[in-house]
């Protein structure tokens, strides 16, 4: 269930008050016009979604693992800017002989 507070065209001004939809009603109403202009604006910063125990579960999941892919990013990437040390020494030393 999607709760939304906006201005609503087809109750005749600002609606003040939290009305509740399921999203297929408001998909209706995007789609028959029924909100006005700039309800995108109003829907992004009033917007309260309930989720459940399992949504957030699967939100904190992902993060980990969005996370976790982050830092294997940086750490293969500090591997290779690391200098290799004697090895490049003596491989150069072996080529100019």
Do not use: Y
Request: proline residues 3%; contains cysteine; hydrophobic residues 35%.
């Amino acid at each position: 269930m999607v709760f939304l507070t906006g201005e609503c065209t087809q109750h005749g001004g600002p609606r003040e008050d939290i009305v509740q939809f399921s999203a297929e009603a408001l998909q209706q109403a995007v789609q028959h016009n029924m909100w006005s202009p700039g309800w995108r604006e109003m829907e992004e910063r009033r917007r309260i979604v309930m989720l459940s125990s399992e949504v957030d579960k699967g939100i904190e999941s992902w993060n980990d693992k969005q996370e976790e892919a982050q830092r294997m990013e940086e750490h293969n990437k500090s591997l290779l800017l690391k200098p290799k040390g004697m090895m490049l020494i003596k491989n150069k030393s072996k080529s100019n002989s």
